[in-house]
């Protein structure tokens, strides 16, 4: 207070700005200090808050579940198909991204996808019967993450589609990912035309097993290591993945060359991985569940341990909550529009690639990605800046993954649901944007942010398993 | 001058700082001035410095060099032999890095690379005959760029080993490059061992024709936008190579697993290009050189072409001094060693990669590959400053060229002999270190600076050629 009074008073405003304005114009020296209440003024959740900052067992839960996502050791042994590979995802249901959500709930493009995978599966003969088969209740649905699995954008697996199989070396825990199908018109964009359920079949039938054949020879491929020197090649392994799917390639296609597949085979597989800049992306998101597998289930940890949406909701996990979903409206995207696009046509926030930012990657390592700046808008010091900021509603540093531009300190990382709502600082997410009819595809990538509603729901709920 | 006697008057103190000392000693307020004079204060080089600084016919003759650099397309568009593409490299004649340079006066690897080649040739069966056909006169030696070529470190290229073709799609010229062998025991750090001309004879009889082939399917690779790719991906395409290197994999191999060659050896090929991070290093160099090439051989033009060091003597051409080289003896590299060795064990500078740094790539470029900064010393602030400080000395900024780190600026490029001796600003080259004896490889990494001696002597030269 010393330094206030040293020449004469000065008044330090809190809060509405306009206070300070009125003060200025009297002529007073006016410091206005950035300030908001926590829990957006939510009084409920501010003293919900109050009780679990500082609290000895959420700090140790948190201790406790951040060290097991650091200590995590995700690794590729395999390719599988859904059906066999990953648990309750046999019979007439399919798996999509997000929290739950119903048939006529749901988004344009996951309702698109979902169709084409009800032709994939032959469970329809065209997109009419498929459908009413929808609207009739014949197919079940469930979010990817109650599988142990995740997909981007619609984030549609069906029963017969091949996935990675990425599995914790600590401890032994698999989830999964369905398989990248390049850019353009895509299933994950809601796009179900013959050439997208032919591209489909031919992964199903002829890329995953050859994968498969090459990932035997392999044996299993840290992600880890992949990430961190993706990393320093300018990947934030969200929006862009083109140093990760090549330094994957590096890896898988010597063994698929020896793999003793026929040359028409190993050709088209090839040429599919190598022309895909994007193969990384689902791979990365896998390697991010594993991460935070590994962190859930901690009772009494503030660690959020997902991040997904469905075109419609935005939905978190807390690792101290079990599978509880805390859900608000999914965001719009905040970004630049391919030509001929804009806001209007966009769906809300969709897929379960959030799950990066989760792990600290994505939006919270975008300091190792300045280019990507050029795709979503800003500029390479906003890069530095939004991960920096993202230090303050976070548990830590990962120094397994360090980023050059910060003089190679570790990537924020274990969003701590009680800093979110403390600071107000949402956590950021690189995404891209679906149109939000089904098949048109993607139309701009940008920013979001996931929206305070979920932090001030999942601190009630935790601050009720403790406090109640 | 009005801001210095605003308040009292101060002492600006220009050249040695023990002036100003003193001056502070006695309580006057001093600003030391960093400067030093031209050309290392030789005063017949600070008169040709003189009348060659603003000369119009200079300004023009850089104008028109510069922009050739800046048009130049270079592409790979083949594999050769070298005795057939290559033109004078037949017969019983080595090229080698650098400046011309004599047997008994070189150093250690390229005596070794040499013996190698010798084998690898069959002129000599054994490393005692070799040594004998050297040194009695039965081998002739030239620098590669004689023949429009360059390599790395020894650069040694014999008449069998294959060649990348390098094509300049404005004009046409041609320029070449050996391949890459990798890391550890290699030809190009002097080491000729049976696993080193076994490796080479691989090389020449099996790589080089699989990638031939493999060429022929792909068409014309352009290299600048790959440069362009990996400048944002961490490389500076002369010490580090991981991105173009991928980048370049990506585009040749699914035409090599399509090229119906026998699966052995096209899985032997993908290896082994896979396997290695420095496979692009040799292609930046021919593109390059290509781009440097279209800038040569303008009258009148201060603009660096070529500088390129032998581990004895560094040489540097100027455009508009036509094949002349300007020589100094070659500095030692500033680095960081290996475990286990040290500057005493260290040979002079050595290779012609520093024609990167000619193009405004490798050390020009530092600020797009913070992630070198570990393995050559510094930091990635210096990185920055690197880059920064290149600016005083070049012509301009190539925009095809853009660096992410500084909000997507051209890297500094085309160096102008007066301006290095203008303001005693030596071109900074990022290079690997070889033991100083044949054989031993790689022992580390680091930054040399281009000695002025070069400049002076190019200056010089250029001033007697107009001003004479």
Chains 1, 2 share one sequence.
Not at 213 to 221: D, N
Not at 314 to 327: N, P, Q
Not at 362 to 379: D, E, L, N, R, S
Not at 419 to 440: E, M, R, S, W
Request: charged share 15%; glycine share 12%.
């Amino acid at each position: 207070m010393s330094l206030w009074f040293k020449d004469k008073p000065g008044i330090v405003n809190v809060g509405l700005a306009s206070f300070a304005d009125s003060a200025r114009e009297c002529g007073a020296r006016v410091t206005q200090l950035e300030w908001q209440p926590p829990a957006e003024g939510d009084r409920e959740a501010g003293m919900a808050l109050a009780r679990l900052v500082g609290a000895a067992q959420v700090e140790q839960a948190n201790e406790q579940a951040y060290a097991a996502y650091l200590n995590a050791q995700p690794a590729l042994v395999g390719v599988g198909v859904a059906r066999e590979a990953v648990p309750g995802l046999q019979g007439r249901r399919i798996a999509h991204a997000g929290p739950p959500i119903a048939w006529l709930e749901m988004c344009g493009p996951m309702q698109g996808a979902i169709l084409g995978a009800c032709l994939l599966e032959g469970w329809a003969r065209d997109l009419d019967e498929a459908e009413r088969l929808a609207r009739s209740g014949g197919i079940a649905f469930s979010p990817c993450h109650d599988h142990g699995a995740v997909g981007p954008m619609a984030g549609v697996i069906s029963p017969s589609m091949p996935v990675w199989i990425v599995e914790n070396a600590v401890g032994g825990a698999r989830c999964f990912s369905n398989m990248n199908e390049g850019l353009g018109k895509v299933l994950r964009f809601g796009a179900n035309g013959t050439e997208v359920i032919e591209r489909l079949r031919w992964m199903a039938e002829t890329l995953g097993p050859a994968l498969a054949t090459a990932l035997q020879r392999t044996g299993p491929i840290e992600l880890k290591p992949l990430v961190a020197q993706a990393l320093h090649m300018g990947d934030e392994v969200h929006n862009r993945n083109a140093a990760a799917s090549g330094l994957l390639l590096k890896r898988l296609l010597p063994a698929l060359v020896e793999s003793g597949l026929p040359g028409d085979i190993v050709g088209a597989a090839v040429r599919f991985v190598a022309g895909n800049d994007h193969t990384f992306l689902n791979l990365s998101m896998a390697a991010c569940k594993s991460m935070l597998d590994a962190a859930h289930g901690v009772a009494g940890s503030s660690m959020v341990t997902a991040m997904a949406r469905n075109g419609v909701r935005f939905g978190i996990r807390l690792s101290g909550t079990g599978d509880s979903w805390f859900e608000a409206d999914a965001p719009q995207v905040d970004g630049l529009y391919f030509s001929g696009y804009g806001p209007g046509d966009a769906a809300g926030d969709l897929g379960d690639s959030a799950i990066t930012e989760t792990a600290g990657l994505g939006g919270f390592a975008m300091a190792a990605a300045p280019a990507i700046v050029q795709f979503v808008g800003g500029t390479p010091a906003d890069a530095v800046a939004t991960t920096q900021s993202m230090r303050h509603i976070t548990l830590g540093r990962n120094t397994a993954f360090t980023l050059p531009a910060l003089n190679f300190a570790g990537t924020p990382a274990g969003i701590d649901a009680r800093k979110v709502l403390d600071t107000g600082i949402p956590p950021v997410i690189n995404t891209g944007i679906a149109h939000k009819q089904a098949g048109i595809g993607q139309i701009g990538a940008g920013v979001t942010a996931a929206p305070l509603a979920c932090f001030i729901q999942a601190v009630w709920a935790l601050d009720a398993r403790l406090n109640a």
